[in-house]
């Protein structure tokens, strides 16, 4: 994912030419492949090879993960919710405290939000 969202739109060979490490063309091509039926490329036929381009971006897949995880968290057990908000909380609070502010703030507006949509 990391070379197409940096190159774009690439065939197999380019993918397999910018790794780091040196994959087989196949592995490259069932891993594309793989990727596309998930949904997670779109692919066009350009002569006799496809060409893959991400149908997110970084952020956006990024996004997306995170909030998997914690949709995957908040479905469980009330202690595996705890667990959760206290390593977030641990984990930002350890690397930023700006961050932490921006979170608090986040928190607060949720709130607001929660309570302007309680009252219409």
Known sequence: ?????????SRVRDVVEKLERKLAYTTVMT?????????????QKSERAFLYLPRLSSQEWKRQRAGDL????????????????????DAVG???????????????????????????
């Open 1 to 9: 994912m990391e070379v197409l969202w940096t190159a774009g739109q």
């Open 31 to 43: 891993t594309l492949d793989r990727l596309f039926k998930k949904g997670m490329l779109d692919r």
């Open 70 to 89: 914690i949709a995957g968290f908040l479905a469980g057990p009330q202690p595996a919710r705890e667990l959760l908000l206290s390593s977030l909380v």
């Open 94 to 120: 350890q690397h930023d405290a700006v961050l932490l502010d921006q979170l608090e703030e986040k928190i607060l507006k949720k709130r607001q939000e929660l309570s302007a949509g309680r009252k219409l």
